[in-house]
């Protein structure tokens, strides 16, 4: 009865991954942006979940599988946008970011059980988070307790965590994975994730950039 939603941007130059140039020229960073997204969403299209939203910051492209419902996403910041994101659901749902293309549907079982759980919460290595659920956004005011939270700071999941929390959610925890935001964390990405795209993209990339895939 979960919903899986992925909140994404269209992989356009110089509106993805900014962080990643340089080293990267921004349609490299876009192309980067592209395979994660291409990557993500392939590993949720593969997750028994009863819907299966994308939550796009743009236009939809070849890299969207079928099945996926695209929503926009609303203005505003990010705890805005996410908020948001939640209060169209009716039902248990959780979302994930386009940033950790090494996602997939194992990573991602666990959440679509909500026995004993109120809250799913995924930290990622940069102190934020890739994946929050809740078995049910209405009632917990899931909007309430996204907005205003800080967000892009090392400080991100710790804050979100302890408002879950403080609302008395029973929280689930998800392995922690590291988001995509500089070329460092795209080399360890790619090298801990060898068979996805994003991995023989990176590969393709760091031929003709010295220094970057070392």
Same mark, same amino acid.
């Given at each position: 009865m979960t919903a899986l939603l &992925?909140?994404?941007?269209?992989?356009?130059?110089?509106? &993805?991954?900014?962080?990643?140039t340089p080293p990267?020229?921004?349609?490299?960073?876009?192309?980067?942006?592209?395979?994660?997204? =291409? @990557?993500?969403?392939?590993? =949720?299209?593969?997750?028994?979940?009863?819907?299966? &939203?994308?939550?796009?910051?743009?236009?939809?492209?070849?890299?969207?599988?079928?099945?996926?419902?695209?929503?926009?996403?609303?203005?505003?910041?990010?705890?805005?946008?996410?908020a948001a994101a939640f209060a169209g659901c009716a039902g248990p749902a959780v979302l994930i970011g386009m940033d950790t293309p090494q996602v997939t549907p194992e990573l991602l079982a666990p959440a679509l059980r909500w026995e004993g759980c109120d809250a799913w919460f995924g930290p990622a290595a940069d102190g934020g988070f890739w994946a929050l659920g809740f078995a049910d956004p209405e009632a917990v005011a899931a909007p309430a307790l996204l907005l205003g939270a800080p967000m892009s700071r090392p400080d991100t999941g710790a804050v979100v965590y302890a408002r879950l929390r403080a609302a008395g959610l029973r929280v689930g925890a +998800?392995?922690? +994975?590291? @988001? &995509? @935001?500089?070329?460092?964390?795209?080399?360890q990405v790619a090298a801990a994730a060898p068979g996805t795209r994003f991995a023989a993209q990176h590969a393709e990339l760091t031929a003709r950039v010295p220094g970057v895939g070392a």
């Open positions: &992925v909140i994404a941007k269209q992989p356009l130059p110089g509106r &993805v991954k900014t962080r990643l990267f020229t921004s349609e490299e960073a876009a192309s980067l942006a592209g395979a994660a997204l =291409a @990557d993500t969403l392939g590993a =949720a299209a593969l997750v028994p979940a009863t819907r299966h &939203v994308l939550v796009l910051d743009g236009e939809p492209g070849p890299w969207l599988p079928p099945g996926f419902e695209v929503v926009p996403q609303a203005a505003g910041g990010l705890d805005e946008r996410l +998800l392995p922690s +994975l590291r @988001d &995509v @935001d500089t070329a460092e964390d795209a080399r």
